[in-house]
């Protein structure tokens, strides 16, 4: 099986990093400057098309219609698309291209590089295996789920968008250390540390507990955890929080309009 990405940016490396050691998957992609990666390069994306029997297009949103412009008078006969461009739609590229190309859209994010990703996928041919094929695939790289396309706009602000969100705060935890005055990289590892250890409290005890019970259990009443999520809540921040997944959100939604 071929895999020819159109773009080789962040989304598309991951993609690649975590599926190379897969046996039958050959890469190669096509971009306007070579990157450093030891894939064949073609400077001509007629080449990349002949090559790839699954064609990622992997360029950001306002690049997405110029690539499916060249790809409209080629030959794709035998081949699938797959998108993971935020708020262009299966419908969209079929405009382009014409319904009888499979279509997956998807919507992951980087952690496909470590196989941990959470992925939506769509397509216009449900019942078509090499779209199976696919969806298979995106379970190679953590979970994929199978999501009707009216949803990928809050999926996309909660995973695809989520660890850029995360990060973020985490950013805050670490500039609060500044004081202790710790080499960054040390603050690194030790935030690292604390959200690894977060997660795995978290992964031990989902199946029996509630977020807010494990919550409980750091809580002492009258404690420093108390009043930390006293102020939380009094300051309505998880509310503040929703709204950068609203923004995200909306954002995608009007990404799908243009
Ligand atoms: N980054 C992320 O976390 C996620 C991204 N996505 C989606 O994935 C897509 C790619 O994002 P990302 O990888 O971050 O973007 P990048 O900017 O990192 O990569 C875009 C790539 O597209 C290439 N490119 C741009 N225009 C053209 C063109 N006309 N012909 C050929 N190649 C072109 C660029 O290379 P060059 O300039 O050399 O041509 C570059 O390699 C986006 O649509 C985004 O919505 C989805 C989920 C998560
Ligand atoms: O920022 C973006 O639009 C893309 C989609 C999800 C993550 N990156």
Redesign the pocket.
């Known amino acids: 099986m071929n895999y020819g990405f ?7 490396k991951a993609v690649y990093q975590g599926l190379k050691k897969v046996n039958n998957i050959q890469f190669a992609y ?4 070579k990157k450093e990666v030891s894939i064949p390069f073609f400077d001509c994306i007629e080449e990349l098309v002949s090559f790839a029997d699954v064609i990622w297009i ?4 306002q ?1 997405i219609k ?2 499916l412009e060249k790809l409209q008078p080629l030959n794709l006969e035998g081949k699938l698309i797959v998108s ?3 708020g262009k739609s299966i419908a969209f590229i079929e405009n382009y291209l014409g319904k009888e190309v499979p279509i997956v859209r998807i ?4 952690a496909m590089a470590y196989q941990k990703s959470v992925t939506a996928f769509a397509t216009n041919q449900p019942l078509n295996p090499a779209t199976d094929a696919i969806f298979e695939t995106l379970t190679r790289l953590g979970k994929a789920v199978k999501l009707n396309e009216k949803g990928f706009d809050l999926f996309t602000s909660v995973f ?1 968008s989520g660890p850029a969100f995360i990060l973020a705060f985490i950013q805050i935890f670490k500039d609060k250390m500044k004081e202790f005055e710790l080499p960054g990289n040390v603050l690194d590892e030790l935030l690292l540390e604390l959200t690894q250890g977060t997660t795995l409290y978290f992964a031990e005890n989902q199946s029996s507990y509630s977020i807010e019970e494990l919550i409980r259990n750091i809580t002492s009443k009258g404690g420093t955890t108390q009043a930390g999520l006293d102020h939380f809540h009094r300051h309505k921040i998880g509310k503040h929080f929703e709204g950068v997944l609203d923004a995200a959100k909306n954002r995608s939604e009007e990404m799908s309009k243009n």
């Not at 159109?6 to 598309?12: C, D, E, P, S, T």
């Not at 096509?30 to 400057?33: D, N």
């Open positions: 159109i773009g080789f940016g962040n989304l598309a096509f971009t306007r400057s992997t360029v950001k949103p690049d110029g690539i993971p461009v935020a919507m992951p994010n980087l695809g």
